[in-house]
């Protein structure tokens, strides 16, 4: 009788350990996939930020590029503004 009960809590602790070896098994899957999540969520992270520089970069540049040419316009307006007194300062001279 003690025979069969050594013999069934074995059986009971044999079959716990592959339970546990079962569920440790699946953890170490879990965190494996969670690591191989983790980094590619990294590189795409960096991949995103690296796409972020670039695009504020060339906004930098055409921002510099509008300024650039807005002062052009103004240089043009004000050399027209310029002109257009020489005409009528010349208008008058004639008339």
């Known amino acids: 009788m003690v025979a069969d009960e050594v013999r ?7 079959d716990s350990s ?3 070896r079962q ?3 699946g953890l170490k899957q879990s965190a494996e996939q969670a690591r191989q999540g983790l980094q590619q969520l990294s590189g795409s992270t960096r991949l995103g930020l ?3 520089g670039v695009a504020l970069g060339s906004m930098d540049e055409i921002q510099n590029g509008a ?3 807005w002062e052009v316009v103004e ?3 004000a050399r027209l503004a310029g002109l257009h007194d020489l005409a ?3 208008k008058r001279m004639i008339v």
Not at 8 to 14: E, F, K, M, T, V
């Open 67 to 69: 300024v650039a040419r």
């Open 50 to 52: 690296k796409k972020a």
């Open 75 to 77: 240089r043009v307006l």
């Open 88 to 90: 009528s300062q010349v």
């Open 18 to 20: 592959a339970q546990i």
């Open 23 to 25: 569920i440790a098994t």
């Open 8 to 14: 069934n809590l074995s059986r009971q602790a044999a």
